[in-house]
């Protein structure tokens, strides 16, 4: 009878195991969304149990996921705005930069425009723009039901979060419970980190930047903060690029002043500290793996697996050291030692 029941729950397992291989297949292009959706909504559990003691979790989820939309089209729409009401002055800087530094060591790393383009900055800037988007988004339809599924799928997640991990973990023994149950929470440590830390650190810059430009001076100090807040949220590179950005065009106005102070001063206040101490500090806080491993997750997982690989990099990272604890705390146990004996 016990030989027919373990069999007869192999069955089951091989038929609920199929049909989930063939969602993946069937729905591979919505992995992505999926995937960026699930690392919110673990991001963002900690905020809907809190809530869900108020109200109900339906309730909950629905009222985050709102909140997320709206933040993210008031973002989105400001930001727009703040660019393309500037994208004379933008386009100015380009010019400037490209000019500037024409027929020195810098202009094999400079884009290169005809003289039409180049004549007309703004247009460029515009074209190319939209000419990424359009890259981006070759289909539109397709598009927009993935913006739909990925807040669904938040919705969801939410509120089904729980149950679905209860109702996986619920048949393991302790030992292997107890080792999923550590590796789920570095995962949804590093991904809170991740997430959460990047965003405020956008914040932050942002909001660091505006004093700092309006005291440097310069026309639009808004547009500015702005270009620097964004780039923030680009992992690793984007805030120092932008600063280097800036220092150069200064040079090529002959701002050579407003230049050193943007890479002597800006640099370290809009992007160092943040960088080596308030993003370390507030992981090492969440995570308990060094900040460098992070770094090494990122740099090897958006490479070979795109921008879903900023999530799944660091967390692969966090689940190996996490792994490796459990294996050396394993082999410390004399019970292990007498079997191995």
């Known amino acids: ?42 991001a963002l559990m900690p905020l809907h149990i809190h809530l869900s003691r108020i109200v109900k979790p339906s309730i909950s989820a629905a009222f985050i996921t709102l909140w997320v939309l709206l933040i993210t089209l008031l973002v989105l729409s400001v930001s727009a705005n703040i660019l393309f009401s500037n994208i004379g002055h933008i386009g100015t800087m380009v010019a400037s930069l490209v000019n500037g530094f024409k027929g020195t060591g810098f202009s094999a790393f400079l884009p290169t425009f005809t003289e039409e383009q180049f004549s007309h900055m703004p247009d460029t800037l515009v074209q190319l723009l939209l000419h990424e988007l359009l890259s981006l988004t070759t289909n539109v339809m397709q598009s927009v ?89 680009i992992p690793l590179i984007g805030a120092q690029i932008m600063i280097l950005f800036f220092a150069l065009y200064f040079m090529s106005i002959g701002d050579t002043g407003v230049a050193l102070i943007t890479l002597v001063v800006g640099y370290p206040l809009l992007s160092g ?8 500090v507030i992981m090492g806080k969440r995570v ?53 004996g």
């Open 1 to 42: 009878m016990d030989t027919f029941r373990e069999s007869e729950k192999q069955h089951l397992l091989l038929l609920i195991s199929s049909i989930y291989i063939m969602c993946i297949l069937v729905f591979w292009p919505l992995v992505t969304v999926c995937i960026w959706s699930a690392a919110l909504a673990i």
């Open 145 to 233: 039901l993935s913006i739909l599924i990925f807040f669904l799928s938040l919705s969801m997640l939410l509120y089904y979060g729980n149950h679905i991990w209860n109702t996986i973990t619920r048949t393991l023994s302790p030992k292997i419970f107890l080792a999923v149950h550590k590796m789920a929470e570095i995962s949804a440590n590093t991904i809170y980190a991740l997430i959460i830390v990047q965003i405020s650190a956008g914040i932050i810059s942002f909001l660091l930047a505006i004093p700092f430009f309006f005291f440097l001076g310069v026309d639009k100090p808004l547009l500015y903060a702005t270009m620097i807040g964004l780039a923030m949220l």
């Open 273 to 280: 500290w943040i960088d080596f101490y308030y993003r370390p």
């Open 288 to 340: 308990a793996i060094p900040p460098v491993m992070m770094m090494i997750g990122i740099f090897a997982g958006v490479p070979f697996t795109g921008i879903v690989g900023f999530i799944i990099g660091p967390v692969l990272i966090a689940l190996a050291v996490t792994g490796y604890k459990i294996l050396s705390e394993e082999a410390g146990n004399p019970e292990y030692q007498i079997s191995r």
